[in-house]
């Protein structure tokens, strides 16, 4: 599989994370399971409100408790368990071997210090260096990430930057550390299609100039095709497939994700097609239905997916999904179509 390695460097297993509000329990992350090689991009990919960030959130111990809690699972890290550590011995691993970059830099950059301030206090923080090497080091990351004049962008504030500069700048401290883990957390939302298509690919060469593994999230199969090696759909709060990306976009197995695939325009095709929105939207999670939460949407649904939620079972090497026909997908009896 493009040369990744086979030993897992993460694993994620039956983790659930509940937040309780006035309104009700919200299972927004519901028994995930999964785990990341090293060398390797995963793809996590679903609608808004899937639990794709809660659970990268979770992962680097950054749910606020209350009201949110982690109700069961375990996060294996080199070998330990992350969520039997303690927030405050988590810093040891956030930031330093499990880096995050978030959605909107404007938010998660400090508006009071400069980038080349933030960047420094980033190495300082896990590196037992200078403040002078560090600085070195800075300017070394900018260099990386494509930003020119670094000596006076250091000195910028983050208000200064444009957003794609911005999202570079955030690369730059996610990287400082050289972490085994990057998570990627939909980094191009708000950018316009040019600067989202530089920083992919600048992710992808940081990818495999430091053989780090990437987690990258996002609702876009398109990105997911031409960068990741395998992929985690989830709906719900819940994993409803995970396989090869070769599998999810030539052998889908779950009607969920021929709706996300159905939904992509095509634009190489000669004859021109509406896209096939999936219809109606997704359940809440205080108020989850009995059965497969994607039943309500799905076409397929015959009564036992209405009683009952189907486990995850391995149909084939690698190729999990949680569907009760799957195998009628497999076997051609049931159309994709």
Do not use: M, W
């Given at each position: 599989m493009?040369?990744?390695?086979?030993?897992?460097?993460?694993?994620?297993?039956?983790?659930?994370?509940?937040?309780?509000?006035?309104?009700?329990?919200?299972?927004?992350?519901d028994g995930v399971n999964f785990d990341l090689k090293m060398g390797e991009t995963l793809g996590i990919v679903g609608?808004?409100?899937?639990?794709?960030?809660?659970?990268?959130?979770?992962?680097?111990?950054?749910?606020?408790?209350?009201?949110?809690?982690?109700?069961?699972?375990?996060?294996?890290?080199?070998?330990?368990?992350?969520?039997?550590y303690k927030i405050s011995n988590l810093k040891h691993f956030r930031g330093n071997k499990i880096s995050m970059i978030f959605q909107d830099p404007m938010t998660s950059l400090n508006p009071v210090f400069t980038i080349g301030y933030q960047i420094i206090e980033s190495i300082l923080a896990h590196q037992n260096v200078t403040k002078k090497q560090a600085y070195a080091q800075a300017l070394e990351l900018l260099d990386m990430v494509g930003i020119s004049d670094r000596k006076k962008r250091m000195k910028s504030y983050p208000h200064e930057f444009s957003g794609g500069m911005r999202q570079r700048a955030m690369i730059a401290m996610a990287i400082a550390n050289s972490p085994s883990i990057l998570i990627a957390d939909e980094p191009t939302t708000a950018l316009d299609v040019t600067i989202q298509a530089q920083i992919l690919e600048l992710l992808d060469t940081l990818k495999k100039k430091t053989n780090s593994s990437v987690i990258l999230i996002t609702?876009?199969?398109g990105v997911i095709a031409k960068y990741a090696e395998r992929v985690m759909v989830m709906y719900a709060g819940k994993p409803v497939e995970f396989a090869s990306v070769d599998d999810i976009f030539y052998?889908?197995?779950?009607?969920?994700?021929?709706g996300l695939i159905g939904s992509i325009s095509k634009l190489n095709?000669?004859?021109?097609?509406?896209?096939?929105?999936?219809?109606?939207?997704?359940?809440?999670?205080?108020?989850?239905?009995?059965?497969?939460?994607?039943?309500?949407?799905c076409k397929f649904a015959v009564k036992k997916c209405k009683e009952n939620f189907p486990p995850a079972i391995e149909e084939e090497?690698?190729?999990?999904?949680?569907c009760f026909r799957a195998k009628e997908f497999m076997d051609g009896s049931l159309s994709r179509d």
């Open positions: 493009n040369n990744i390695l086979e030993e897992k460097i993460l694993e994620v297993k039956n983790l659930k994370t509940y937040f309780y509000t006035d309104g009700g329990v919200v299972k927004a992350v609608e808004t409100g899937s639990g794709k960030s809660i659970t990268a959130l979770t992962i680097l111990g950054l749910i606020p408790i209350p009201p949110g809690r982690i109700e069961s699972g375990e996060i294996i890290f080199e070998g330990q368990d992350l969520l039997k609702h876009d199969l052998k889908p197995l779950h009607p969920y994700t021929l095709e000669e004859k021109k097609e509406r896209l096939k929105p999936i219809k109606g939207a997704p359940p809440s999670l205080i108020d989850l239905p009995k059965g497969c939460t994607f039943a309500s949407r090497t690698g190729h999990f999904t949680a």
